[in-house]
């Protein structure tokens, strides 16, 4: 679940695995206070989150990474032919989701999580109606940016 996040955030490996590791350390740091007002999931969530938006504000800042170059992602599942597919389906689908805006693509990560509208809201601190309608505009834009291709 949290590589999941770190890949919509980062799409170098290497700072993908440093992503990965910040958030680890955030979430080990931060159990500590929890209080049990949301579901643990949703705490850890927002707290992978909040940890990636920091992350991609500190790469704005750095300018001289290579941003356009998807890396693969593992999968070791189904047979050559069907996993060669549903590789490229899913760096299809990560190129798309990266391309969003950064709210959206918080909140179409969190519904991919299974997260619901509400949950998405507490993580994001948005209201419910608002993560849906976000997440519909989003679902549109990935709809077309993927029948593009």
């Known amino acids: 679940m949290l590589s999941r996040v770190a890949a919509s955030y980062e799409v170098?490996?290497?700072?993908?695995?440093?992503?990965?590791?910040?958030?680890?350390?955030?979430?080990?740091?931060?159990?500590?206070?929890f209080k049990g007002q949301s579901s643990e999931k949703?705490?850890?969530?927002r707290i992978?989150?909040?940890?990636?938006?920091?992350?991609?504000?500190?790469?704005?800042?750095?300018?001289g990474r290579d941003d356009l170059c998807v890396q693969s992602i593992a999968d070791d599942g189904p047979g050559p032919e069907t996993g060669l597919l549903q590789l490229t389906q899913q760096q299809a689908l990560l190129a798309a989701v990266q391309k969003l805006?950064?709210?959206?693509?918080?909140v179409?990560?969190?519904?991919?999580?299974?997260?619901?509208?509400?949950?998405?809201?507490?993580?994001?601190?948005?209201?419910?109606?608002n993560a849906g309608m976000i997440l519909n505009r989003a679902r549109q834009t990935l709809c077309k940016e993927l029948s593009h291709e």
């Not at 949703?42 to 969530?45: E, R």
């Not at 992978?48 to 800042?61: D, G, I, K, L, W």
């Not at 805006?101 to 918080?106: F, M, N, T, V």
Request: hydrophobic share 45%.
């Open 12 to 33: 170098n490996r290497e700072l993908r695995k440093e992503l990965l590791q910040e958030i680890f350390l955030a979430v080990w740091q931060a159990m500590a206070s």
């Open 42 to 45: 949703t705490y850890i969530l």
């Open 48 to 63: 992978a989150h909040n940890r990636s938006v920091s992350h991609v504000a500190s790469q704005m800042r750095h300018k």
């Open 101 to 106: 805006p950064l709210q959206s693509r918080q």
């Open 108 to 129: 179409v990560t969190l519904f991919m999580e299974g997260l619901s509208y509400q949950d998405i809201a507490e993580v994001c601190g948005i209201s419910s109606a």
